[in-house]
């Protein structure tokens, strides 16, 4: 056996142990050139096969009648980048006349089977520009996060897309939030890495948790205010419906309306005033919300009705002055009585994990993006933490949190415990900690001997 045939040999046994323990490795190794290469060759034929190739034109047909030429072939859309990531590759290209960018995203499945890629996402950049994101492995299998986020005020890093790209939580673009999911669905750990990112901004947490506490609790350092019951959560909301108030006549008091103002710095919310007298933007956090809106008598209606008013009052006024909310549960209908629906209606931002039926699903997709429904109820079981996100925009990607246990959402919230700001109209709810210990003493040095 010659030296080349056993390098050759070591190199193909290198690519499948690579494939098959470190496949973001195999990709960046071997697998973008190849991948790159075989949509290259196949473009032209897959393209027609998938019916995304256009008959050529009159003109064309008459020149070459003209000149008792074969007639032309099918045009299929024009190659302007092929871009090689990380995770995959990205394919722009130029859609001919009468084709449009449905046609391609209806075709997403079949150019995945073609090009013999994991998985095939198309969106449209402009008119006529079409985006095809390929993905080159199973990118949710084992997420990592990349080390360099693009992180902003409000705006922090919580998923990982299908595609490879980073799903971002961000408040001043989408205010309210919604995630759904059944028992061992992964929200827990969607929810911890949402404190976890929010934790080292300058933000206060405000926490509704009546599972006796047992999710947001430990996390009560980095907490401005917490509730653990539903009776404190009514104190609670309307508390932050005053705070609401107050904020909008700080408002009011700095919009300075007049002709010498421009019209960049006349003030319509927080972000307008300057920074020294600008509020600290609140985020509601609310764990299991079926829990504030089932009754069981006629006092637990009337507690029922004002919590759910409060939390309809903060979701349509509160975003100017500063409040956001990120509403959880396993379920969110009308079932759940008067007020759920126009509260639902205001939570744009939509994030669903597995579900038990398809009614669930249509909870949170079926107003906005019926295709994502499909696609919430065929999660399996085994992948906990797999996720379905869409807004109002009709778009939606599957997304997938990073495994954060308790202990690491601790140790970060108690990392930034100096950044819990104290807001006067939550002082009252403000959890009562004991300071953090300095060191561990050991055992031998505290306990009394024994004989």
Not at 244 to 253: N, P
Not at 309 to 328: M, P
Not at 398 to 410: F, K, M, N, S
Request: net charge positive.
């Amino acid at each position: 056996m010659t030296w080349p045939t056993v390098l050759l040999l070591v190199v193909v046994a290198a690519a499948g142990f690579l494939r098959w323990r470190r496949p973001a490795w195999y990709w960046m190794t071997f697998g973008v050139t190849l991948a790159a290469v075989r949509v290259l060759v196949r473009y032209a034929s897959v393209m027609e096969a998938c019916g995304l190739t256009v008959p050529p034109s009159r003109w064309r047909l008459m020149l070459a009648r003209m000149t008792n030429r074969p007639a032309p072939e099918s045009r299929a859309p024009r190659i302007l980048r092929l871009r090689p990531t990380h995770t995959g590759l990205v394919l722009r290209l130029k859609l001919r006349p009468g084709q449009d960018a449905f046609d391609v995203a209806a075709a997403s499945d079949r150019l995945r089977h073609s090009f013999g890629m994991y998985g095939v996402t198309s969106r449209e950049l402009r008119s006529g520009v079409v985006e095809i994101r390929m993905t080159g492995y199973d990118v949710l299998k084992r997420v990592q996060m990349p080390a360099k986020t693009d992180t902003r005020p409000m705006r922090v890093p919580v998923a990982l897309r299908e595609d490879g790209s980073v799903h971002y939580r961000d408040y001043r673009t989408v205010p309210h939030g919604l995630t759904l999911g059944a028992t061992e669905s992964g929200k827990s750990v969607y929810q911890r890495n949402l404190v976890a990112g929010l934790a080292p901004h300058h933000v206060a947490l405000v926490g509704i948790d009546c599972k006796q506490g047992v999710e947001l609790f430990p996390l009560a350092r980095r907490f401005s205010a917490l509730a653990d019951n539903p009776d404190t959560a009514l104190e609670l909301l309307e508390a932050l419906v005053s705070h609401m108030q107050d904020v909008y006549q700080l408002i009011r008091a700095e919009q300075r309306i007049s002709v010498a103002v421009p019209d960049a710095e006349i003030a319509a919310d927080i972000w307008d005033l300057p920074e020294d007298l600008r509020p600290v933007p609140v985020v509601v956090l609310v764990d299991e919300v079926a829990e504030l809106a089932l009754f069981a008598s006629k006092e637990e209606e009337k507690r029922r009705d004002r919590i759910i008013t409060a939390l309809v009052r903060l979701a349509q006024l509160g975003r100017a002055a500063g409040v956001y909310l990120e509403i959880c549960g396993q379920r969110f209908g009308s079932e759940l009585g008067k007020g759920i629906t126009m509260l639902r209606a205001q939570l744009t931002g939509r994030t669903a994990h597995r579900v038990n039926d398809e009614t669930s699903a249509n909870m949170a997709f079926g107003d906005i993006a019926p295709d994502a429904v499909l696609a919430a109820i065929q999660i399996p079981a085994e992948t906990r933490g797999i996720a379905i996100a869409g807004d109002s925009t009709g778009g939606w990607h599957r997304i997938r949190a990073p495994h954060t246990t308790l202990r690491q959402a601790v140790n970060l919230c108690n990392k930034h415990a100096d950044r819990t700001p104290e807001l006067p109209a939550l002082a009252p709810f403000r959890p009562a900690v004991a300071p953090l210990p300095s060191a561990r003493v050991p055992l031998s040095k505290t306990a009394p001997a024994t004989a």
